[in-house]
């Protein structure tokens, strides 16, 4: 493949997303990049490691028996699903109300968070001894973590980072590290930015996420907390800075979280064909 082919077609899958299936491949097969293949029939599972790094090789050796998979690959090698695109994901399959089969999907089937969290490529970086926070969409060493990576999180230099967006867990204008009222989470400034929400690829995927959640609440933990939920928690003040994974709960709470250690047990959602 010539250069300028590998460009047009990176150009294209990025503004339109519509390449066709072996456009796709020989994009990746020549270190191309492409996000999700939203277009080709597709279906979702999750896959599982017992680090990130695990569960990220378990998620490319997956991939690997397809050769026309819809995951999004960078440099020509699988990725997880961005947050935005994990969020996308759930209400897809949320939506899909039937197998194949034409047999009738039980609400466990069609919660994809339902009872596990899913891990992202979103990362969340948290300077040093304050409340500042960068969400990084698409982080490079999320996505390239070597399998054999143990630690709690990744060390790393908060003010050498260039992508993403800055913000504040003190803030007044928006709550961190606790539940929020559903009109209250529609307009957080971190949740919107994480999930994408005024993009072009991702518009309405956010509102709609977040009404398929709060109408969960009161059905998986009835009482006077059925209401909130879907917070937005990020680590305060760490000794160093420190880069982790931003996930989503499972369906009790719904929430974006960034607690979770990479060395911990990790679950991908995966984008299959179908």
């Excluded at 026309?68 to 996308?88: K, N």
Aim: hydrophobic letters at 35%; charged letters at 25%.
């Amino acid at each position: 493949m010539a250069d300028y082919d590998k460009r047009l077609l990176e150009r294209r899958a990025l503004e339109e997303g519509n390449l066709t299936l072996a456009e796709r491949y020989a994009l990746r097969r020549n270190l191309g990049s492409a996000g999700v293949d939203w277009n080709s029939p597709h279906t979702f599972e999750v896959v599982r490691g017992d680090t990130y790094g695990l569960a990220l090789a378990n998620l490319r050796a997956a991939c690997a028996h397809d050769e026309f998979h819809p995951q999004p690959f960078s440099d020509g090698a699988t990725c997880p699903l961005t947050f935005a695109e994990t969020i996308r994901a759930c209400v897809e399959n949320y939506n899909r109300l039937q197998n194949p089969d034409g047999s009738e999907r039980s609400i466990e089937e069609r919660l994809l968070w339902g009872d596990t969290w899913l891990e992202s490529q979103t990362g969340i970086a948290h300077k040093k001894k304050t409340n500042t926070f960068r969400i990084i969409p698409h982080c490079e060493k999320l996505r390239t973590l070597d399998q054999n990576f143990n630690s709690a999180c990744f060390p790393c230099e908060y003010n050498d980072i260039k992508e993403g967006e800055d913000f504040n867990s003190g803030s007044r204008r928006y709550k961190c590290n606790d539940w929020l009222e559903q009109d209250k989470v529609l307009v957080h400034p971190a949740w919107r930015y994480a999930a994408q929400a005024d993009t072009k690829e991702f518009k309405g995927y956010f509102e709609e996420f977040v009404g398929i959640a709060f109408a969960q609440f009161p059905r998986i933990r009835p009482g006077d907390n059925s209401d909130k939920g879907m917070g937005f928690y990020v680590v305060r003040k760490p000794e160093q800075d420190e880069l982790r994974a931003l996930i989503v709960n499972n369906a009790n709470n719904s929430n974006a979280n960034s607690y979770y250690y990479l060395s911990y047990n990790a679950r991908f959602a995966r984008v299959r064909p179908q």
